[in-house]
């Protein structure tokens, strides 16, 4: 990993042909050329359906990466944690929508501090005293704080359920001094990697005639939402089919990772994004048979979404196998026959779960082809 106080001991490698090879691992590679076709992609998909992009900086916490995304055509950024809001803000994105709830006094006095500087974010909340929370905060801050009310349409998480409660909200964040009523969040992410496209599109449309009910009661009280945001990349091909969603919280597209690598993810074009992130380890033992261990384990790449395992890109026979054996060791477990790729040879992993991998890092080695060409910091860390 890279030093916290510096760009690390890969510096020096900066700008060197064929310096991808040499650089000190672990660490957190991530491939310039595909991030910015992912974001092409998506642009244009977005374009040529009439949808709007709001992409989640959970996925890379880079503020660099979101300025790519806006310059792209994004209409904003979505986070889902203060750290992140704060991060954007002071990198001068503020076109911000806060998707989780912030409760607590803390966060509270943080969120008006983000509202002062950016003036007009964007919040969701579930609860009637919430809203009293966020209209003291957005008075505080000396500008309107837009509020969308969270609706639960399928993942049984945050989001009230009865459509009434969601037009008693709205009003009392309509009659609230400070506060804008904006519209509606209704965000599932239960079908994103459903393998069978046809089998997650119809789960997709089951979230929306959800997602319509709570619009539809909305609007007969005379309060249309403005706002509906929702959607994800599984379901970017057809969420804008009933025209309900203003925009869409796409996120992993930008990077992809194990969990959507074989997901096809459109019907005209299977897989429109291609994997960017990646961790390098080095095999440092080969000395048992059947297997070589590398320098990468559970502090360097995901492990939580077993049995999704990380997968070897390069650096070793095809169709080996990888374990997660140690803090910071993981075993490459070989086919049958296969010899054992020597000791100091570099393999590049695609995480299971990308931004469940980048929060072990503080920056990422940019490259282009097998030249680093830059080395970024990871901006929102994650441990406010």
């Known amino acids: 990993m890279t030093d916290a106080g510096g760009r690390g001991p890969n510096e020096p490698l900066i700008g060197l042909s064929g310096s991808r090879s040499e650089l000190s691992t672990p660490a957190l590679v991530l491939d310039l050329d595909r991030v910015e076709a992912n974001i092409g992609s ?11 992009l709001r992409p989640v900086v959970k996925i890379h916490k880079s503020l660099r990466v979101a300025r790519m995304q806006m310059a792209a055509g994004a209409i904003g950024i979505g986070c889902s944690t203060i750290a ?116 997650r599109r119809r789960l997709g449309m089951v979230v929306l005639d959800r997602l319509a009910q709570f619009i539809d009661a909305l609007t007969a009280v005379g309060l249309p939402p403005r ?54 380890g080095t095999v440092i033992s080969n000395a048992q048979p059947g297997y070589a261990i590398t320098d990468a384990g559970a502090k360097e790449v995901d492990g939580i979404f077993m049995p999704t395992l990380p997968r070897v890109l390069n650096g070793a026979p095809r169709d080996s196998r990888y374990v997660i054996v140690g803090d910071d060791m993981g075993r490459i477990e070989l086919p049958e026959s296969e010899a054992a790729p020597r000791v100091g040879t570099a393999v590049e992993l695609l995480p299971p779960h990308c931004y469940q991998t980048v929060i072990m890092y503080s920056h990422y080695h940019c490259v282009r082809g097998d030249t680093l060409v830059d080395i970024w910091p990871i901006d929102a860390v994650p441990t406010w």
Request: with cysteine; hydrophobic share 40%.
């Open 84 to 199: 992140e809001a704060e991060a954007m803000v002071a990198g001068g994105i503020t076109e911000i929508f806060l998707f989780t709830s912030v409760v607590t006094r803390g966060k509270l006095e943080r969120l008006a501090e983000i509202n002062a500087a950016a003036g007009g974010v964007v919040v969701a909340t579930d609860h009637a005293e919430n809203v009293l929370q966020l209209a003291e905060a957005a008075r505080r801050s000396g500008h309107p704080m837009q509020v969308l009310v969270d609706v639960e349409v399928g993942d049984h998480r945050t989001g009230v359920a009865d459509p009434a409660m969601a037009v008693s909200l709205a009003r009392l964040i309509a009659e609230s001094d400070g506060l804008e009523y904006a519209g509606v969040q209704g965000y599932c992410g239960t079908h994103q990697v459903t393998p069978d496209y046809d089998e």
């Open 42 to 52: 998506l642009a244009a998909h977005a374009a040529a359906h009439q949808y709007a």
């Open 227 to 280: 706002i509906v945001s929702g959607g994800g990349t599984g379901t970017h091909d057809f969420d804008h089919e009933r025209g309900l969603l203003t925009e869409l919280q796409a996120g992993s597209y930008v990077v992809l990772d194990g969990n959507y690598v074989d997901v096809p993810l459109r019907r005209d074009l299977p897989h429109p994004f291609t994997p960017a992130l990646t961790v390098r």
